[in-house]
């Protein structure tokens, strides 16, 4: 809310939002306010989230995530586009009469960027339900993932989506360097200590544990243990010189057909100096390359 009062063109999203964890009423209401107060900029990552002890916290089976989740997106946007007074009678939210307000200014509704990594489950959904998809492209399993966005574009078309219409995204740990050594030191490291603390966090999560259980067997197929050479070689990475990091993006559009990159920049505790020396160096120099394109 902040930055749509400082801002007048940029975009405004979440990365994403937790459905299970929230009442989708509230969720619903604060986002199209946010729609409102930013004249249409606002644009909706959702997902289910991957720590146990938050579910712990709020006192909601892990179990009842997916259903949740589901259930929670379908109120959300029967909220943004109903007309009038709505009931609603799922298994864990019941409305009757209720009337909706504000409504959001984009029209259906804001675009909304459903989370999909390591279960097939999430790209069939994603695509029978006609959302925009967004994956982590610094999963160690960069085949499957290609997969399930094949799976999805597959869902979107026999689903009477036109796949064309929908964005595919993923996330990536951005670092623009001076020199790919350079980019290495501050910000690879860093990358490194982020992942670590990722598969700390996915250890203690059984839910997102069985998701990820089948790849996290497979010998060195976690983080933890990798080095920023093999990672580097996987790319799963986009750390790098300006040079290199073009060359990463065209390939990611190449193999994983997608259309929209989310950059992470300030993990593992990056010092704020380096994100922004980084940030000045993708606007002025990687930027410039797809900028013209539609």
Same mark, same amino acid.
């Given at each position: ?9 940029? =975009? ?7 459905? $299970? ?9 604060? +986002? ?10 606002? @644009? #909706? ?11 712990? /916290?709020?006192?909601?089976? $892990? ?5 949740? #989740?589901?259930? &929670?997106?379908?109120?959300? /946007? ?26 959001? %200014?984009? =029209? !259906?509704?804001? $675009?909304?960027?459903?989370?999909? %990594? ?26 499957? /993932?290609?997969? &399930? ?11 009477? +989506?036109? $796949?064309?219409?929908?964005? %595919? ?8 360097? *001076? ?26 999560? !059984? ?7 089948? #790849?996290?067997?497979? !010998? &060195? ?11 580097? *070689? ?6 790098? *010189?300006?040079? =290199?990091? /073009? ?22 505790? @990056?010092?704020?100096?380096?994100? %922004? ?6 606007? =002025? ?10």
């Amino acid at each position: 809310m902040a930055a749509a009062a400082r801002t007048k063109r940029i =975009k405004l999203g979440t990365g994403v939002s937790l459905i $299970p964890l929230n009442h989708p009423l509230r969720l619903a209401e604060e +986002y199209a306010m946010l729609d409102v107060l930013s004249e249409g900029r606002l @644009e #909706y990552g959702i997902g289910r989230g991957f720590l146990n002890y938050s579910y712990q /916290i709020f006192g909601i089976d $892990p179990e009842q995530s997916l259903e949740r #989740y589901q259930e &929670g997106t379908e109120l959300i /946007i029967k909220a943004w586009t109903s007309d009038g007074p709505f009931s609603f009678n799922g298994k864990f939210w019941k409305l009757e009469d209720y009337s909706f307000f504000p409504k959001p %200014v984009q =029209k !259906p509704h804001p $675009p909304i960027y459903a989370s999909a %990594v390591a279960t097939s489950e999430s790209y069939i959904w994603a695509g029978r339900t006609g959302l925009h998809l967004s994956s982590g492209f610094f999963a160690p399993f960069p085949e499957r /993932i290609r997969e &399930g966005i094949k799976l999805y574009r597959q869902t979107l078309r026999e689903s009477g +989506y036109d $796949p064309a219409t929908r964005d %595919v995204s993923g996330v990536f740990q951005m670092y623009c360097g *001076d020199s790919n050594e350079e980019a290495r030191q501050h910000g690879g490291v860093y990358a490194l200590e982020y992942f670590k603390f990722f598969d700390a966090l996915d250890a203690r999560s !059984p839910h997102t544990a069985k998701a990820f259980a089948r #790849y996290q067997r497979r !010998p &060195g197929s976690g983080f933890t243990g990798r080095s920023y050479e093999e990672m580097d *070689d996987m790319h799963l990475l986009l750390i790098g *010189d300006p040079d =290199k990091l /073009i060359e990463h993006i065209r390939w990611a559009e190449e193999y994983y057909g997608a259309n929209y990159l989310i950059l992470e920049v300030a993990q593992g505790g @990056e010092p704020h100096e380096y994100v %922004v020396r980084s940030l000045e160096r993708f606007a =002025k120099y990687v930027m410039p390359k797809f900028s013209a394109r539609q």
